[in-house]
């Protein structure tokens, strides 16, 4: 529309500028409408992570500088990493085949039924309500005076932290994830399991399929893009989570938030303010990463289910 | 939290989206018994901490059981205090959510589709973007609200409102999708409403499911949420069960169970509300 406009003659040129504008106020006033919005999340969302993205490539004095990202790939920062992807993949990987089944169970109840309402809502509570609520839920069980470690040494003689106080370290946080990621899994894969349609176990039964020719040919493929997809969804939960591990390990900081919280509540990081920054834009590209892909493979597994 | 709308064609029926085949699945054996072997296991998983924390919560040291810590709850100054704290920040934070996004997603659609991406993409930015890294960039900021609004712990609802818009933004533009709002404010428009008519009685009453579900999500989150009340050195629910975890663990495991429990009842009535909405949508008449 405003190319159209510019080819004018030079002896329209004066009445023109008053005439577009006027056609153009009302496109204006319409921006005026998503402005607070705009200004809102510009402030509260979009400034903050400019400044962790800023400053992870900027050194004390604000030069441009690549070292702090140097750090983080290094050393502690390194281990605190690979022990942070290998915590959200293991949970990652227990969520998606615990909470498949699960949400398979769910998906062959009665749709208004009691159990799925209630597992719905279960599962809501459960991936949202995590924090330190689920921490403390894990101690009062499996922790040292816990209702489940007690009981088997009393009752079984046997003792659950013969090898170490385990609960209180990566593989306690593996198993206290999967309690959020089960659920979550439930939530994400449950809508893509009852995409699935009657017509084509039925089409896969009257063409002399069984259920595993079924599950195997028909179901599987359709299901698989969604699969794995809620897979990275729970990979990015788990390595974005902190409430959990913030509450249950007060020594040491085993995964990438513990570390920056370390930044964040002491002192003693004078003179390397920048590198919890680079710390969290590393985050950020790892979620972002991972997030894209749950974005493709979604996209493409909603070409069957729709 | 539900999925997209668009997944089942199958004609909206009174009772929402009931798969046409719900009936037929019966008489399998083998299946149902394959389910409940996959429910049972899976269920006591899930209730056995819960179990644990009731026993943990009741227990004395003379090995026991009573309702003190129970008890305690009501006489813990600091506990209702934070306790009423995150209630506000909910109340403060649904409000904020609710003028913030409506008005806005309404004005997108109608007025400047293009956006819808964009939008989109602004209210999702907050899944990609940690709370632990988010809280680094915001402390500046905080210190500048801090110099203008006070110290109080009720700013955090600036922060919670981004925490939720995720959540809120897909509930909303689920419940503005599964509704014809063109149509529905050009007949209000050509009957001499004003906007804010339009918006507080027209859309608003026909997206009431999409609002309750956000507000009740809202709600949960704002009750939850830790990392950034702890690193901003303020003090909500979630940052007080935490430091009496330290000195009296049976209580500290109570109000847990209480908090969870709270959150389940929000999230059932939300399962309630969005069912009661599908028949008023299938209705049509706002």
């Known amino acids: 529309m405003a190319a159209s406009a510019s080819p004018a003659g030079p002896e329209g040129a004066p009445q023109r500028p008053t005439h577009s504008l006027r056609s153009r106020l009302p496109a204006l006033t319409a921006y ?11 402030v509260f969302l979009i400034y903050p992570t400019l400044i962790v993205v800023v400053g992870s490539f900027e050194d ?42 699960l949400a398979w169970a769910v ?17 809501g509570v459960l991936a949202q309500f995590g924090g330190v609520t689920l921490a403390f839920a894990f101690i009062a069980t499996f922790g040292i005076t816990g209702l489940v470690t007690q009981f088997l040494r009393d009752n079984l003689n ?32 449950l809508p893509a399991l009852d995409g699935l349609r009657p017509q084509w176990r039925e089409a896969a039964a009257s063409l002399g399929g069984t259920p595993w020719h079924y599950w195997r040919h028909v179901a599987g493929p359709i299901l698989a893009p969604s699969f794995l997809g809620s897979g990275l969804l ?73 | 939290m539900t999925g997209p709308p668009d997944l089942n064609p199958a004609p909206l029926t009174a009772a929402g989206a009931v798969p046409p085949h719900a009936g037929k699945r019966r008489g399998l054996p083998g299946r149902t018994l394959l ?68 008005p806005t997603l309404v004005w ?51 922060i919670d409102i981004v925490l939720v818009l995720p959540f809120s933004y897909r509930a909303i533009d689920t419940g503005l999708a599964a509704i014809d709002l063109r149509t529905l404010t050009d007949a209000a428009r050509s009957l001499g409403a004003s906007g804010v008519t339009v918006l507080l009685r027209v859309v608003v009453p026909n997206i009431r499911g999409g609002l309750v579900g956000a507000s009740f999500l809202a709600v949960a989150l704002v009750l939850g949420e830790f990392t950034l009340a ?25 109000v847990s169970l209480a908090a969870i429990l709270f959150a389940f009842t929000l999230l059932l009535a939300i399962s309630f509300a969005g069912h009661r909405t599908k028949e008023g949508v299938s209705d049509g008449s706002p």
């Open chain 2, 108 to 158: 997108v659609r109608l007025r400047l589709p293009r956006l819808q991406r964009l939008l989109e993409f602004l209210c999702l930015l907050p899944l990609m973007i940690p709370a632990i890294v988010l809280v680094i960039g915001i402390a500046p900021i905080y210190t500048r609200v801090a110099q203008l609004l006070g110290d109080s712990p009720l700013t955090l609802a600036f």
């Open chain 1, 234 to 306: 729970l990979f990015a939960n788990a390595f974005s989570a902190y409430a959990t591990a913030a509450a249950l390990v007060s020594q040491g900081n085993p995964i990438v938030p513990l570390e920056i919280r370390a930044f964040l509540t002491s002192e003693v990081v004078l003179g390397q303010e920048n590198v919890g920054k680079a710390l969290g834009c590393t985050m950020i590209v790892v979620v972002t990463v991972v997030m894209g892909l749950y974005g493709l493979l979604l996209r493409r597994a909603s070409r069957w289910l729709r």
């Open chain 1, 32 to 42: 005026l409408g998503v402005l607070p919005f705009l200004a809102y999340v510009g």
């Open chain 1, 158 to 189: 046997i003792d659950i932290y013969s090898g170490g106080v385990w609960l209180y370290d990566i593989p306690g946080l593996i198993f206290i994830y999967s309690y959020f990621q089960i659920p979550l899994m439930v939530i994400v894969f």
């Open chain 2, 230 to 254: 702890s690193l901003l050195n303020f003090t909500n629910l979630q940052v007080e069960i935490n430091m009496l975890g330290q000195t009296d663990a049976e209580l500290s495991v109570a």
């Open chain 2, 35 to 102: 389910r409940w072997a996959i429910l049972l296991p899976l269920g006591a998983f899930f209730l056995l901490p819960l179990a644990a924390m009731v026993e943990f919560s009741t227990r004395e040291e003379n090995g026991r059981h009573d309702f003190r810590a129970w008890a305690a709850i009501g006489d813990t100054p600091e506990l209702i205090s934070a306790a009423t704290t995150s209630l506000s920040l909910a109340g403060l934070t649904v409000a904020g959510m609710l003028v913030l996004l409506t």
């Open chain 1, 60 to 101: 004390n004095a604000g030069r441009p500088s690549l070292d702090n990202l140097r750090v983080v790939t290094q050393g502690v920062y390194r281990e605190a990493f690979v022990r942070t992807i290998e915590l959200s993949a293991a949970s990652a990987v227990i969520g998606m085949v615990l909470g498949s089944l």
């Open chain 1, 107 to 123: 998906s062959t109840a009665r749709p208004d039924g009691v159990l799925r309402r209630g597992v719905n809502s279960a599962c």
